[in-house]
């Protein structure tokens, strides 16, 4: 499967973004889906993920509240809602797919995007 992210920028603190996922190739339907991001100087964390039935989703505890993932099976793409941004979510943000399980680790995601860069000026 190929992932395409989009609609990273700029945007004040306090402020909201979009990201998009989308996906090409084999059954997107059956892939669990998440997001990770990597900070200048820092490993690359996990954001979010989504089963591939869109009934369970999971978060970073302390992103919890602000960020919402969900998944448009008819646009074959996942999405990423990011409210009440912060400067410290500044960042590189990539989309991860997994026919295996729910990539809440690195180690679990099977394809990944390309990233898209997310910066919160303050």
């Known amino acids: 499967v190929q992932l395409q992210a989009s609609g990273g920028g700029l945007v004040q603190a306090g402020g909201s973004l979009r990201l998009a996922c989308a996906a090409s190739?084999?059954?997107?339907?059956?892939?669990?889906m998440g997001w990770f991001r990597q900070a200048p100087g820092k490993e690359r964390e996990f954001v979010a993920a989504?089963?591939?039935?869109?009934?369970?989703?999971y978060y970073a505890d302390s992103l919890k509240g602000r960020f919402t993932i969900s998944r448009d099976s008819a646009e074959n793409s996942v999405n990423l809602q990011m409210n009440s941004l912060k400067p410290e979510d500044t960042a590189v943000y990539y989309c991860?797919?997994?026919?295996?399980?729910?990539?809440?680790?690195?180690?679990?995601?099977?394809?990944w995007g390309q990233g898209t860069q997310v910066t919160v000026s303050s």
């Open positions: 991860a797919a997994s026919g295996r399980a729910v990539p809440r680790l690195e180690a679990q995601s099977e394809f």
């Open positions: 989504i089963h591939w039935n869109g009934d369970s989703t």
């Open positions: 190739g084999r059954t997107f339907s059956s892939y669990h």
